[in-house]
């Protein structure tokens, strides 16, 4: 598959579950990002990965985990969420993180806490 | 704050008519600005940047530093346009940190 996948494209989990969600890149790209899009709300970014290295984190709680193995994959580890945590998540790559970078999206993961 | 905003929840025009969806951006800098789209169904994906000053499907946008607005133009809307939009600011730095707005949903009626 080309682009960017994401998998699950929806999670439905407990307050108490542990999930991770994964994000995949085929396009040889340097840079990866998680978003939060809520309801109502704009899409936000979360965690910017530059080379394998955190370069963002937008004051994101700590019960979100991001994992960058390397600069094809990126993995958000979801521990003791809540019900507000609900939403989509999207990921995003671009060739490297400067302005002129265009950023590639994931279909996103629909997360449902209960 | 860096912020973006687009007053437009919903924008509902008629088949070749001429569509206008408005941005507004709030940064002292100089930022980049974008328009990114979601049709029905896709993925979001880049329409324009201000930097390429090109017109990308029939759709211009001027980015207007007095009036710290960017909105997206299009002389004669299609079916086809009907999306999601999205503007984005980069205000600059190392790190490639888009502040999306809330988005337009563009109908275009037959």
């Known amino acids: 598959e080309t682009g960017v996948t994401q998998t699950p494209r929806h999670l439905v989990m407990g307050m108490t579950n542990k999930k991770s969600l994964k994000c995949e890149q085929h396009?040889?790209?340097?840079?990866m990002y998680w978003y939060k899009q809520s309801a109502k709300k704009p899409l936000e970014l979360m965690f910017v990965?530059?080379?394998?290295?955190?370069?963002e984190n937008n004051s994101v709680p700590s019960r979100f985990s991001p994992e960058c193995p390397n600069s094809s994959h990126l993995f958000l580890h979801l521990h003791t969420l809540q019900p507000e945590d609900s939403a989509l998540y999207l990921c995003?790559?671009?060739?490297?993180?400067?302005?002129?970078?265009?950023?590639?999206f994931g279909p996103g993961t629909r997360l449902t806490v209960l | 704050a860096q912020r973006v905003t687009q007053p437009e929840k919903l924008l509902s025009v008629f088949k070749g008519a001429p569509v206008e969806l408005k941005c507004n951006y709030s940064?002292?800098?100089?930022?980049?600005l974008f328009w990114y789209v979601q049709y029905s169904r896709q993925r979001l994906q880049l329409l324009l940047r201000?930097?390429s000053r090109e017109s990308i499907k029939g759709f211009t946008a001027d980015l207007n530093k007095g009036e710290t607005s960017f909105h997206l133009k299009k002389p004669f809307a299609q079916e086809e346009d009907s999306a999601m939009y999205y503007c984005?600011?980069?205000?600059?730095?190392?790190?490639?940190?888009?502040?999306f707005g809330k988005g337009t949903l563009l109908t275009v009626n037959p």
């Open positions: 995003a790559s671009s060739q490297e993180t400067g302005i002129d970078n265009e950023q590639f």
């Open positions: 396009l040889g790209h340097n840079a």
């Open positions: 990965y530059n080379f394998k290295e955190q370069t």
């Open positions: 940064y002292s800098g100089s930022p980049e």
């Open positions: 201000h930097i």
């Open positions: 984005a600011m980069n205000s600059g730095g190392s790190n490639y940190k888009l502040t």
